[in-house]
């Protein structure tokens, strides 16, 4: 190489800049291939034309026909005054003159008109001529004036004597490289951007020693510090004080750089002192040449996924609870049933077998055995309520008459209502008849008589059964004291009695079951007041399942809870 | 009038002691078993077959589902009615698929009793 530019009387400059810019046995075996093709005259400097050996002629035109076959790079020769001289393919490439069209033109064309205007062509120029080079990176002008950046190696050209003779220029396009760096800046700025704005997360980088050495808004956010409080701060001070001091924060380094990664669940401390349940992720952060230049550490607040779960925990305690209560509700409402129906059957036995019964005896034994018929009720009632729970509580479904199952009650009733001073008045229309489950229906009635009885009693009880369209209609009036409109919800709620315990016995689950009753049907149960005073109880029920049940309403309709 | 003849089949001692009591003193012949399989036992076993059977579902070793299925597989045994006596609240529905004659639901009344022998037999 050094004798190449020797031979091509080229100064040291000038062989250092050919050696730096072209890949040597690379390009030339290529041109070598090309040579009969590519042969396209160096356009000679006058200055250089004279001082050509012929020993060094084929040298001379084999180092021209490289820098001419050079695509990437324009390679050309000004003279002093700055006009083209040469013109290689790759300035023919990049600025898209030919050599006819750029040959002999003034250098300045290339420059933006600001350049040209602030005289920068010629400050280069100067600059070159005084310091043997310069290389500049700036916006440069092809032939159809669109612009391009350029990286601009000039060099003063020098004889012997050290006369300035001229300049080589060597320019680079790199309108890509540059649109690719801004690219890469412009993405460098956004994923700052984003994890300086990231909230749910902080995410910040420690030193190598595990010194903060940056905080984004998630860490401000979880960890209460402003970045001017907590950069320059050891790590270990988000750690509650008992592991801070245990060597715990350098054990956590030394894995993440062994392994790559440390990740734990663990209590960590914010700027107030309050412990909160993290995730934090340490992973070791590397340079390009694979320096450890510190720690990225990504922290997580767990804390409300933490009491979620633990509620989520609880909720499953307390639901299985509940299904063990109900669980148990049944079983032991059913095993109430056997010695019941044992004491029923011997009480009706004793009733119905001995006809000459002592009367106070016999007064004894009937109270006995409708003290054993309210407790089935009630046994009855809490098996209701378990079904109920448990979504096991059906309706069988059947045409039945409202009349006649209420006038069937009312029968039951009759010796009970004397007793409690009760007139029982029927305003019952004929055929009344629906798709309903009777037995649940009977239950309804008994229910809400029973109740009328127990709290108004001395009052007449009215029970009333119509048809309104298609919906049958059943009222169950009392003058009673009647019940506060603040307690017509609570009401048919669970275990929830209007009057208050003192006054009145019982439990309470007669309107709730009676409420799931009537809407297993699609109907409707609910309270009004009576004038002067007394409470009425009024259920409507469609006839049809179908309109009210809904559409799957069949012979067994569920009553899911 | 004849007496009618009646099975209880019951596993609880009181409640089958009782309703033997009871159907004794409306007049008819009772005879109890604790479980299907004393009942079937008996009833291939006897020359007077019960007019009408009164069952209880839940029992231990052949239960009333069981005893009903063996029961209608017995050409002779299959003629005789069956009353369920269950604590079910849905004994309707139990009554329904094993093809009994009617129910009733525990704990029992007498007129209930009365009216199904008067029924059935």
Known sequence: MNNCSAALGLTEGMGRLFRRLLPWPFEFQQLETTLSTARQPVQPSPESESKQEDAHEEGEERYGLIIQGVKDYAIFLVDAEGHIRTWNAGAEAIKGYTPREAIGRHISMFYTPEDQAAGRPARLFSTAAQEGRVEDEGWRVRKDGTRFWADVVITALRDKDGKLQGFSKVTRDLTARREAEEALRQSELRFRLLVQSVKEYAIFMLDPRGHVASWNAGAARIKGYAPEEIIGQHFSRFYPPEEATSGKCAWELEVALAEGRFEEEGWRVRKDGTRFWANVVIQPVRDSEGRHIGFAKVTRDLTERRKAEEERLRLAQAQEAVRLRDEFLSIASHELKTPLSAIQLQLQSLLHGAKDLEPKLRNKAERAFRGGERLTQLVEALLDVSRIATGRFSLTLETCDLGRTVEEVVERFREQASRDGCELTLRLEENVTGEWDRLRLEQVVTNLLSNALRYAAGTPVELAVRAEGDHAVLTVSDQGPGIPESEWERIFARFERAASMRHYGGMGLGLYVSRQIVEGHGGTISIEAVKPQGARFIVTLPRSPRKGAGPDASAEAEVAR | ?121
Request: charged letters at 25%; aromatic letters at 4%.
């Open chain 2, 1 to 121: 009038m004849n007496r009618h003849k009646v099975m209880v089949v019951e596993d609880d001692a009181e409640i089958r002691e009782a309703l033997l009591e009871i159907l004794e003193e409306n007049g008819c012949d009772a005879v109890g078993a604790v479980n299907g399989e004393r009942a079937l036992a008996y009833l291939r076993s006897t020359d007077s077959l019960p007019c009408l059977i009164l069952l209880d579902l839940m029992m231990p070793i052949m239960d009333g589902h069981a005893f009903r299925e063996a029961q209608l597989q017995d050409p002779v045994l299959s003629r005789i009615p069956v009353v369920v006596v269950s604590a079910y609240r849905d004994v309707q529905t139990n009554a329904e698929k094993l093809n009994a004659a009617t129910f009733i639901r525990k704990p029992p009344r007498i007129e209930e009793l009365v009216s199904a022998i008067e029924q059935h037999c």
